[in-house]
């Protein structure tokens, strides 16, 4: 790391192991009993009055929800392990860019430029707050939940914006 490269702020980044395992709960839940009624259907299934499915398709259909269920548990439990095991690289802002992790299932510290980030925005999909940084090429993604503080939130956005303002300024002169 360069001298300009001295990180000012870093924010400890974690996911919820509990509510990683909550949702492969859940899914354990609904795999066993779609599985179940999969198992013991002997009824047909109209879904929505538009699509109607024989005995044989109906429990055809259970299956692959079941199916389904099951890999989302497999999915949790592979994240769970994975970030037990490799851990999940903070989020830092130096001088010149922004590191945060990226990837799945295993995250790895991505470094973007400042000079290359054309825009913030922030969303919230079923609780999960997002923080979007805009290059020309892509949309990189920071979960904010994973700050552990709505504080830590506001101090990363805060002062990423005011990083992006001085090398703006900067790249003017």
């Avoid at 590191?99 to 470094?111: A, D, L, T």
């Avoid at 101090?155 to 300024?169: G, I, K, N, Y």
Wanted: charged share 15%; proline share 5%.
């Amino acid at each position: 790391m360069t001298p300009s490269e001295q990180q000012s702020m870093t924010f400890r980044c974690r996911p919820s192991p509990k509510v990683m395992l909550i949702c492969g709960l859940f899914f354990a839940a609904c795999a066993a009993v779609i599985g179940q009624k999969a198992s013991t259907n002997t009824k047909g299934l109209i879904l929505n009055g538009f699509i109607e499915f024989s005995p044989s398709g109906a429990s055809t259909f259970y299956w692959v929800l079941t199916a389904l269920s099951i890999l989302f548990v497999l999915v949790a439990g592979w994240m769970i392990v994975t970030t037990l095991v490799h851990g999940v690289p903070d989020v830092a802002l130096t001088n010149e860019a922004i590191s945060f992790p990226v990837g799945f299932p295993i995250k790895r510290p991505f470094r973007l430029p400042y000079a290359e980030i054309t825009g913030l925005s922030q969303s919230e999909v079923s609780g999960q707050r997002i923080l979007t940084l805009h290059t020309a090429a892509k949309k990189h993604h920071i979960a904010l939940n994973w700050l552990g503080s709505k504080d830590a939130e506001v101090a990363l956005t805060r002062e990423l914006a005011q990083q992006l303002s001085r090398d703006s300024a900067g790249s003017e002169t």
